[in-house]
């Protein structure tokens, strides 16, 4: 308003004539004297000019912040907002209208009920000291009842009050939230997350869980726990503990299948703060959809059985596992981590919470434990939903990284639980719906009367203490029988299961490098489930990079970072183009030696092109110290002379005896003894080969003597081989690998599970590799579990 009302000053011409008429006219006026007597007004004119210049500035200056603002704001439409709450004025919410709001229980069962009362809920009822909690859907009959349970209908539900019930949706067990809210807010302390399919062994939860923490009845002293001496393993399959190791959870990375040997040591932690209690479940345990349909004919119901007598174990702070909706026990201190994701699958909303609960524990100094079998579930042969659980096999290993590197500087806990719920969103692992459903169960926690737990120092971020001799604790797992596909396991398999053990133990610390030059959306995960069972470390590359699959980027062209000519003769067509290779994405990067830097105490790297298969079980006798390639097979590896040859040759030959002339002295002497004409030239297809550790150094050195020169992947690796070590000298393993150059018309007779590897074979679906898998069975009848 001072702006647009303030109107302009009179020039100083004006101003000076005006003046002057003010002096009578014989006075001897000059222009010094006239500034003399005048200089007040001078000042104050120019004050003003400069203040009216100021203002007009800082209009404009405003202005154009906003317009920044705005366009801000228009190049970032999907930022997700933190929501901001009061937590001060947050005001109770008491029960008013249910016929229950007098009653109390310490103890709770909550299940979801969409079908009558089932024999097991029967059972439930009964269990002396707890109360059960029947949360309906839409799918509930309208005359549900039983006696001894509390049942909330929808109708009462919406009669609740709870912020939370605007998210939740009508058809589905997460509506168990409400349930939650409800069971606390008639006094909770502890809550059985059930379902209505599960016998409790013995009637009595008590047997195995901890229900009891503190006071009479706790059960003093430690408790067993993973070793936490691996920084970089974060997850684990706890059926290995309990005696089932070919069986796996819900949950857990398709990458971590294979990890079936049981632990070299454990340590101990002091009980007391296990505030989420994770039960085992015998008959039908908690499994996924590619178990479930792949480990038994379809009208055949599981009863697999656990160790009882194998002794609970707890997760160290940064690792993690499993945790579902139907086998459960939450402590009062984790009531909190109760709440049921609204956003993702129904398949996947129990196995997030877990990981996002088990993460938010280590900041309250709580652990989870996983307790022998507590529940025995029949299996009614229902069909899983693979559908749904897909998104939960590509992202939870990418989740449970995130989180292990997750730090916040929030001051209180609830704030954390808030801003892990907003970075949870905006990696993707959910919506922004589940941001405000976190923020609509906080306010409803508060307002029911739970108090959010103290924050504790984050264990992770100390100094790792040294694990002394006195420290580990051993316990081997009994080997308990198993099915596979139908087949009860018998001295058979248990010789099969040894023979994945020798082969695990022989290559599991060898890094395994595949190129996928097809599509790896549907051939990455099968490629890591199908070696990563035999090589613990499996790095897949492709042309295109896909962070949720960990496939890293790299270009068959350029292989290490050699730039290669584009052209190639004609009378080579049949060496396939596509197997020019991985080891660099660009002509700046050098991936192989990359990956060698990355894995400096790994036996060796062995490389492996999609269009070949690797028979592994053949492999057991090959000597890893020594470098293994295609030599000894012909249509594979051969030596040509340039002279007659079209152009190419005679190029690729003195690019060749370019390098060789700077190469240091042994790198020569190898190369001369096994080259011994200048005009000769090595060309090997390269689909697959080994190098040994105390030999990449070498390598490397090698691929940085090439630079920039234009030399031909299948020309370089070949000498790269030679300069390093006499061909005499490489193992010959390879030699009775089976190769064609041009695929075969009919593949299945073309396979031979008695060689090392097959080449060609083409693997772009999940079809194709569900017929692989049926073909190297022969070798490895444990294949068939995965298809």
Sequence with gaps: MLVQDRTLPKSPKSQIRTS?????????????????????????????????????????????????????????????????????????????????????????????????????????VKIKGWQVLAIGNSRTPKNWNLKGAIFLSLDMQANLGFRVLDFLPYDSYVRKSCGYLFAIQHGAKKIFDADDRGDVIGDDLGKHFDVELVGEGARQGTIL???????????????????????????????????????????????????????????????????????KPSLEAFDIRFDDRAPKVALPQGMMVPVNSFNTIYQSSAFWALMLPVSVSTMASDVLRGFWGQRLLWEIGGYVVVYPPTVHRYDKIEAYPFSEEKDLHVNVGRLIKFLVSWRSNKHRFFEKVLELSHSMAEEGFWTERDVKFTAAWLQDLIAVGYQQPRLMSLELDRPRASIGHGDRKEFVPRKLPSVHLGVEETGTVSYEIGNLIRWRKNF?????????????????????????????????????????????????EQVYSICITSSFPTELAWWPQRAVGAMGAYPDQKH???????????????????????????????????????????????????????????????MVKEVVSTMPVHFQVNYKEAIRSDQSLIICSSELFYIPQHLAADFVDLVNLVGNVQLHHKVAIPMFFVSMDSPHNFDSVFSTMVYKRKPPTNSSTFYSAQAPAVHPWNVSSEQDFIKLIRIMAEGDPLLMELF
């Design 592 to 654: 192989l030696p990359k990956i060698f830097s990355r894995y400096t105490s790994a036996e060796g790297f062995l490389f492996l092109q999609d269009d070949t298969i690797l028979n592994y079980w053949n492999l057991l006798q090959a000597d890893k110290n020594k470098l293994w390639i295609t030599d000894k097979v012909s249509k594979s590896w051969s030596t040509v002379s340039p002279n007659g040859k079209s152009d190419w040759y005679s190029k690729q030959a003195e």
């Design 508 to 556: 599991g610390n060898v890094v395994l490098i595949m190129f996928c030059s097809g599509p790896v959306e549907r051939t990455a995960l099968e490629w890591r489930l199908l070696y990563g069972r035999i090589f613990k470390t499996v790095i897949i590359l492709s042309e295109q990079k896909n962070e949720d699959l960990a496939v890293e980027a790299g270009q068959l």
């Design 20 to 124: 002057s008429h003010r002096f009578s006219d014989s006075k001897s006026l000059d222009f010094s004297t006239w500034v003399r007597d005048n200089l007040f007004k001078i000042v104050t004119v120019l004050l003003l000019i400069a203040t009216i210049a100021a203002l007009s500035f800082l209009r404009n200056f405003t202005d154009t912040a906003s317009l920044i603002q705005s366009k801000s704001q228009e190049h970032s439409p999907n930022a997700i907002p933190l929501p901001v709450i009061n937590w001060n004025s947050i005001q109770p919410i008491a029960d008013k209208s249910s016929v229950y709001s007098r009653f109390r229980s310490e103890k709770w069962i909550v299940v979801s009920v969409d079908r009558y009362p089932t024999d097991s809920l029967k059972k439930l």
């Design 225 to 295: 726990q993973y070793s936490h001496e691996n920084p970089n393993r974060t997850i684990v399959n706890p059926y290995v503990h309990f005696g089932q190791r070919s069986v796996w959870p819900r949950g857990l990375p398709l990458e971590n299948v294979g990890e079936i040997s049981h632990e070299e040591f454990y340590t101990e932690v002091f009980g007391g703060k296990q505030f989420i209690q994770q039960g085992i479940s015998n008959g039908l345990p908690d499994v996924d959809s590619v178990f479930y349909f792949t480990r």
